[in-house]
């Protein structure tokens, strides 16, 4: 069984390309999520960088010990670079990290001539905390608790989430303080929902995913703007330019397109509510059984046989997927 390494970093702003790295934290876990080893860095401020200040407010890293440090930023690279190899082969875990801690430290790996590719690579893989944190609040929200703000949303920052839930012994904001959060939070849900962890962390392969998202009807949560939305999925085809997967809604019967042209089935699909979604595999995403949707009644308006009948007609159906697939194929 690989390790697990959670991880977090602080940086002198938000943007994943000209942002830099000013301290990172990491714990290294066996796959009960027992402590193996752990590093926290903090590194020297490029000359030619110039720190968001709200950024240096919220992590209160002291100025003088990222301007007078004498632990470069190539220093600091090399050394995460070094000490994800040496704990490898693992799957790298942050809070939110697929969108921005991912590409915050590919960027900074290419800058200084590192592997940006090294957390996917030699059977290395990576999630999402906060995906799998989404997951068990929307379905389980008596085990994995959150607080609703003003609009009815789940509040699912790092440090509510963990206060909600017990977890305060922690400084939040600082990257170790995080990364002990994460932790912790991963070993609640491990705890409280077994089953969700284990599918989430051993389907985090792009190859996994690729090879097994034809065979079956499934369940994907998708947030948008702070919402959760579920969707019950069939696998269609890759797209074209993208690869992404377009996978077809399920609750809605894919057979009337037969009879549509070009123009209206791709009307048809775009519209609001789109009927395809597009899934990017290499994203790490957590696909679900699709009798996880037994948990929710609003999600039981179909039935599992027509769920099932009309997976087999897209499965079987080469029409249906020629016609889909040259829509996406006619505006590359």
């Not at 985090?204 to 690729?210: A, H, R």
């Amino acid at each position: 069984m690989r390790k697990i390494i959670f991880y977090d970093l602080e940086t002198t702003g938000r943007s994943a390309y000209w942002d830099q790295i000013i301290q990172i934290a990491a714990i290294c876990t066996d796959e009960h999520l027992n402590v193996l080893d752990e590093m926290n860095l903090i590194g020297k401020l490029n000359s030619f960088s110039i720190p968001d200040p709200e950024a240096l407010l919220v992590n209160k890293i002291p100025i003088d010990s990222i301007v007078k440090s004498n632990f470069t930023n190539y220093n600091l690279i090399s050394e995460i670079s070094h000490k994800f190899s040496e704990w490898g082969p693992a799957i790298f875990i942050g809070y939110n990290s697929i969108k921005f801690d991912e590409e915050v430290i590919r960027n900074a790996f290419f800058k200084n001539l590192f592997d940006p590719y090294l957390t996917v690579k030699n059977d290395n893989t990576r999630v999402d905390l906060l995906d799998i944190t989404r997951i068990a609040n929307f379905f389980y929200p008596d085990k994995i608790k959150s607080l609703i703000n003003k609009k009815g949303s789940a509040i699912m920052k790092l440090e509510s989430i963990a206060h909600t839930n017990g977890i305060k012994n922690f400084t939040a904001h600082d990257a170790m303080g995080d990364t002990y959060a994460s932790l912790e939070l991963a070993r609640l849900i491990k705890n409280q929902i077994p089953e969700l962890w284990d599918k989430s962390i051993m389907q985090s392969s792009k190859v996994q995913l690729e090879a097994s998202i034809p065979s079956k009807p499934f369940c994907y949560l998708e947030s948008f703007f702070g919402k959760s939305k579920l969707f019950c999925l069939s696998f269609v085809g890759f797209h074209p330019k993208y690869k992404w997967a377009l996978c077809f809604d399920l609750f809605e019967d894919p057979k009337k397109i037969l009879d549509m042209n070009k123009s209206d089935i791709y009307a048809f699909l775009e519209s609001s509510p789109k009927k395809i979604r597009k899934i990017k595999l290499n994203k790490s995403p957590i696909l679900l059984d699709v009798e996880i949707k037994k948990n929710l009644d609003e999600y039981n308006v179909v039935s599992d046989d027509v769920l099932l009948e009309r997976h087999n007609f897209i499965s079987t159906n080469q029409e249906f997927k020629d016609k889909v697939l040259s829509c996406y194929n006619d505006i590359i």
